[in-house]
C-alpha cells in the first residue's frame, strides 16, 4: 500500500504543474497570472530550489500570501522567524523581496516587502 502522503505530494505536484501551464497559455494566462504569482525560494535545510504558484495580494512594496492548509504545506515554514529571500514573478519579471511567516487563529500568512 502506498504511503499517503507520497500520493498527496504527487497530486499536489500535478497540480502545480497545470497551474504553471495556465499561467503560461495564450487563452487563460493573463487572467490567471492576476490572481497567480509564482514563488521561487531555496529550502533552508534541503538547499534546494523551489517554484509553486500561489494566491497573492499586492499593495505597493508589500505583498501578502495567504496559505491554504497550512498544516499539509511546508513550504511556507522556510520563512518562520526572521524569514528569508525569495523571488515573485510579478508583472512578467523577476521581483526579489524578503518573506516573514507569521501563523495567528486565523491561519498563516506570508508578508513579503519587495526589495529594490
Known sequence: MR?????????VARF???VMALRSSRLAGRFVRKHLIVVTYTGRRSGRTFQIPVG????????????????????????????????????G?????????????????VTVRLTA
Open 56 to 91: 497573492y495580494r499586492r499593495r505597493g512594496d508589500t505583498v501578502t500570501i495567504g496559505v491554504r492548509m497550512p498544516d499539509v504545506k511546508s513550504w511556507w515554514r522556510n520563512f518562520t522567524g526572521d524569514g528569508g529571500p525569495l523571488t515573485l514573478d510579478l508583472d
Open 93 to 109: 519579471a523577476p521581483s526579489e523581496g524578503h518573506a516573514v511567516a507569521r501563523r495567528d487563529a486565523r491561519g498563516v500568512t
Open 3 to 11: 504511503n499517503v502522503s507520497t500520493r498527496t505530494q504527487r497530486a
Open 16 to 18: 502545480n504543474s497545470g
